[in-house]
């Protein structure tokens, strides 16, 4: 995972969906990178816990919760209790991908994004393991979290990319 350039701007898809968060609940952002996501949901009211393998980035972001761990050595999962939000983007490990939706309060939203197939002939990444296969995002979602919106694309901007992004919700129990 590659450290994200702290002035880089917050993903489009993140910034729209970000609402779907209940006011002022606590979100957990995935390989926060740079901390573009963790600054974007601060200033906008949330709490967060940010979980990268290198946090040297992220160490003068004010009010969010650091935590330096590497998700993908099986270790046990470094934070407790459940979260209103994850926000994922340009990160796929698919054992954590599975567990992400029982990590959702009830009423708490998924917002994830990241490169899919046909990637490949973009540049990197290129190898399938880092690679949505198509429907991957709803198959995860599937029974467990109620979609508010999908997408499966080819964009230009800010360079040619193939994506998938969901946007979720784990519905309340009434």
């Not at 973009?122 to 690679?131: A, C």
Request: glycine share 10%; charged share 20%.
């Amino acid at each position: 995972m590659a450290a994200h350039d702290r002035a880089a701007a917050p993903s489009p898809w993140i910034e729209r969906h970000l609402g779907l968060v209940r006011a002022g609940g606590r979100i957990l952002d995935v390989a926060a990178g740079g901390g573009r996501h963790t600054q974007l949901a601060i200033a906008r009211g949330y709490r967060v816990v940010a979980i990268d393998r290198d946090v040297a980035a992220l160490a003068g972001i004010p009010s969010a919760e650091i935590v330096a761990h590497d998700l993908e050595v099986g270790a046990p999962w470094p934070s407790s209790g459940s979260f209103d939000g994850i926000v994922v983007t340009n990160y796929l490990f698919r054992p954590l991908l599975a567990a992400l939706p029982g990590l959702l309060a009830p009423g708490g939203a998924l917002l994830y994004e990241t490169f899919a197939r046909g990637n490949e002939r973009f540049g990197k990444p290129s190898n399938p393991d880092f690679l949505l296969r198509p429907g991957e995002l709803l198959d995860v979602v599937r029974g467990r979290l109620r979609v508010i919106a999908y997408e499966d694309l080819t964009v230009t901007d800010p360079r040619p990319a193939c994506v998938q992004r969901i946007a979720a919700v784990r519905e309340t129990i009434v």
